[in-house]
């Protein structure tokens, strides 16, 4: 019996082992004397992608999210389809709709500049991701880095994982949930809509079939997203936030208080589930909401990294080497 107890705490002693040992390759030195220059280099290239257009805050913000809800944060999303795989940018939640891979381009060129071969797509995007919240009015946080790039990239993953706008409170806890992330990070992560817009045909049946929206923003919303009989308008903009789209600030979830949440999906956080108290705290606590989104952004980076010689440093973000 104690053998068998001792092999037991001997396999478990190993494996807990190997976890911190694989989060521990995750530093944010980890480019601290290869690649010294790099947060600055990033934050220079998101600076001027904002100040040409202020979206593209949360159009990279959103593009880290889709990329680590898809077996990790291993700038898969970036990689385009190729004759062994199928690539994510076409999955049902991304077509027509993650954007800014220009941008990475952009950054990733000027990285390979200063430092060829050096840092991974994945980081990249991660560090990217921050500084267009920080440039956007939010906070900072402290991104780990050290990351590896995938090597292919699974479009079937990306329509399972990702949660649609049609989403309910109890869908979208299951999704999170499923990546180690609770409802309260949940609840803290959608606070990102308090910046960018959304697509009509994201948002039309919301707008035209329920209940659990305010009938005067439902008619605004009308305006510029035509019924589904018209046929068209799938790709008219909304903002995310009315009040304020290209500032990171708490008006999303004020917006959700008086039911002007754009989405189905967004108006769930707050329609008499687990999550109204949560949403009322943020929608006059800032401070709470930062402190609990900038937590739940490292626990998101820190989903399945590839790491040492688990991926590669990509040359091109958007082909493997």
């Not at 001792?6 to 190997?18: P, Y």
């Not at 593009?63 to 077996?71: G, K, S, T």
């Not at 399945?304 to 091109?316: A, F, Q, Y």
Request: glycine residues 8%; charged residues 15%.
């Amino acid at each position: 019996m104690a053998s068998a107890v001792f092999q037991i705490f001997a396999i478990l002693s190993v494996i807990f082992l190997f976890a911190c040992a694989t989060n521990a390759q995750l530093s944010p030195s980890f480019y601290s004397s290869t690649c010294p220059n790099l947060q600055g280099i990033v934050r220079n290239a998101m600076r001027q992608a904002i100040s040409k257009e202020p979206r593209m805050g949360a159009s990279i913000l959103r593009l880290f999210f889709h990329d680590c809800f898809v077996n990790g944060c291993d700038a898969s999303v970036l990689l385009d389809d190729t004759n062994s795989f199928t690539g994510e940018k076409n999955a049902f939640p991304n077509q027509n709709s993650i954007r800014g891979f220009e941008v990475i381009d952009t950054i990733k060129s000027n990285v390979e500049a200063a430092c060829s071969g050096t840092v991974s797509c994945a980081d990249i995007l991660a560090l990217a991701a921050r500084e267009g919240v920080l440039l956007l009015g939010g906070p900072s946080w402290t991104v780990p880095l050290g990351r590896r790039d995938a090597t292919t990239a699974s479009q079937s993953t990306a329509n399972s994982n990702l949660p649609p706008p049609t989403a309910s409170l109890s869908t979208l806890i299951s999704l999170f949930a499923a990546q180690g992330l609770n409802a309260r990070d949940m609840t803290a992560l959608s606070g990102a809509h308090t910046i960018g817009q959304a697509r009509c045909s994201s948002f039309r049946t919301h707008i035209y079939n329920e209940t659990n929206i305010n009938p005067n923003f439902a008619t605004l919303r009308k305006r510029t997203c035509p019924g589904p009989a018209s046929g068209t308008g799938d790709n008219n903009l909304a903002p995310l936030d009315i009040l304020s789209p290209n500032r990171f600030d708490n008006g999303y979830f004020q917006d959700l208080l008086v039911r002007r949440g754009l989405m189905h999906s967004d108006q769930e956080l707050f329609n008499g589930g687990s999550q109204d108290a949560l949403v009322r705290l943020y929608s006059t606590n800032f401070r709470a909401f930062v402190n609990d989104f900038a937590n739940a952004m490292v626990k998101m980076g820190n989903i399945s990294p590839l790491t040492g010689s688990n991926g590669e440093i990509r040359t091109n973000c958007r082909v493997i080497n």
